[in-house]
C-alpha cells in the first residue's frame, strides 16, 4: 500500500476574544487531535454536520492554516505549513464556490498560468502546452482562456477551478463542497468528470460534502466529524448500510429521500455542544439513545470494530 497522506495528531485551536494587551479571553478547539491515513489513487469522504470541523480539517491539509499541532506527509515527506510552494506542488484545494474563487480582475489563462509560473517555473511555450492539455481533459474550449470568470455558467467555473487545480501537477485535491453550488444535472457531470480525472491523472481525493448520496457514490471510504473528532471510518458501502456510531445512523436517517417524509431525528438533542464550554466525556452523549454512564466521564477512543471499520463508541451499534 502506498500511503499519499499521513496525518498524526493534526488540531487546530482558534482563539477568542483577542485583546490588545494580554491574553485572549477563550480558545475554541475546532478540530481535535487526529490521525488520518489515505492511500494513493483513494477517493476519502468526509462527512457530518456544519461547525464539525470538515473545512478546518481541509484547509490545515492544504497549507491554507496552520495547524495548532500535530504534522501532516505526504508521501512520507513531512510538510512545513510555512512552505507553500511546496504545498502547492502537491496538494491543491477546490473551493465550494467556484464563480468567487477565481480572481474577477483576471483573464482565465491568466489565472491557469499562475501556479504554472510560480509553483513550476514553466516557460511560455510550456505553459501554452499544459493549459492546452488541461482544457482538453476538463472538456473547455481553448477561446475560454481570454474570457473573465463572470462570463461562465456554475458548471463551467467549477470546471476551470478544477483544471487550475491540476495545472499546478498537484497528485492530491481537496474538493471542498464541489458540486454543491450547482444543479442537480450539472452535479452528475462534474462528478463523472472528477472520476476520469482521477484515472487519467492518477489522483487521490479527499472528497467533503454534507450530501451523503454524493458521498456514498464517489468514495472508496468514508470518514464522519462530530465536534472535531473522527467517530467513524470505514468503507464508504459499509458505513452507511451498516453504520456503527449512533452519530452516522443518526446522519443516514436524517438524510432527505424522495418519497420519503421528512422525520425529526432521533436524540435528546439537535445541536452541536457550545464550542467554548465542550461537555466532558463523548461529545456526542446528550444527543445518543444508548449513553452510558462511563460516557459522561470519558472521551472514547477509535478502535477496529469490524473488517476496515472503525468507530469511538463505548456502546457501538
Do not use: W
Request: glycine content about 6%.
Amino acid at each position: 500500500m502506498t500511503v499519499a497522506l499521513e496525518v498524526t495528531g493534526l488540531s487546530k485551536t482558534f482563539a477568542l476574544g483577542r485583546r490588545l494587551i494580554g491574553p485572549p479571553r477563550a480558545h475554541v478547539r475546532a478540530v481535535q487531535p487526529l490521525s488520518l491515513t489515505i492511500k494513493k489513487g483513494e477517493t476519502l469522504g468526509i462527512v457530518g454536520e456544519s461547525g464539525c470541523g470538515k473545512s478546518t480539517l481541509a484547509r490545515m491539509l492544504a497549507g491554507l492554516l496552520k495547524p495548532s499541532s500535530g504534522q501532516i506527509e505526504i508521501e512520507g515527506e513531512t510538510l512545513n505549513a510555512a512552505d507553500s510552494p511546496t504545498f502547492g506542488r502537491r496538494i491543491q484545494y477546490v473551493f465550494q464556490d467556484p464563480v468567487s474563487s477565481l480572481n474577477p480582475r483576471k483573464t482565465i489563462r491568466q489565472i491557469m498560468e499562475a501556479p504554472l509560473k510560480h509553483l513550476h517555473r514553466m516557460s511560455k511555450e510550456a505553459r501554452e502546452k499544459r493549459i492546452a492539455e488541461i482544457f482538453t481533459a476538463v472538456n473547455l474550449r481553448l477561446d475560454f482562456l481570454d474570457r473573465y470568470p463572470h462570463e461562465f455558467s456554475g458548471g463551467q467555473a467549477q470546471r476551470i477551478v478544477i483544471g487550475r487545480a491540476l495545472a499546478a501537477n498537484a497528485r492530491i485535491l481537496i474538493l471542498d463542497e464541489p458540486v454543491s453550488a450547482l444543479d442537480v444535472s450539472i452535479q452528475a457531470q462534474v462528478l463523472n468528470l472528477l472520476s476520469d480525472l482521477k484515472k487519467k491523472f492518477d489522483l487521490t481525493y479527499l472528497f467533503i460534502s454534507h450530501d451523503l448520496a454524493v458521498v456514498e457514490a464517489i468514495s472508496d471510504r468514508v470518514a464522519v466529524l462530530y465536534f472535531g473528532s473522527i467517530v467513524e471510518i470505514g468503507p464508504a458501502n459499509q458505513i452507511f448500510t451498516k453504520p456503527r456510531h449512533p452519530y452516522t445512523k443518526l446522519l443516514a436517517e436524517s438524510a432527505p429521500v424522495v418519497g420519503r417524509p421528512l422525520t425529526a431525528p432521533e436524540g435528546r438533542e439537535i445541536e452541536l455542544p457550545d464550542p467554548q464550554n465542550p461537555p466532558q466525556g463523548c461529545s456526542f452523549r446528550a444527543r445518543c439513545s444508548r449513553a452510558l454512564g462511563e460516557c459522561g466521564f470519558e472521551s472514547p477512543d477509535l478502535v477496529r470494530v469490524a473488517e476496515n471499520q472503525m468507530t469511538a463508541c463505548f456502546n457501538s451499534l
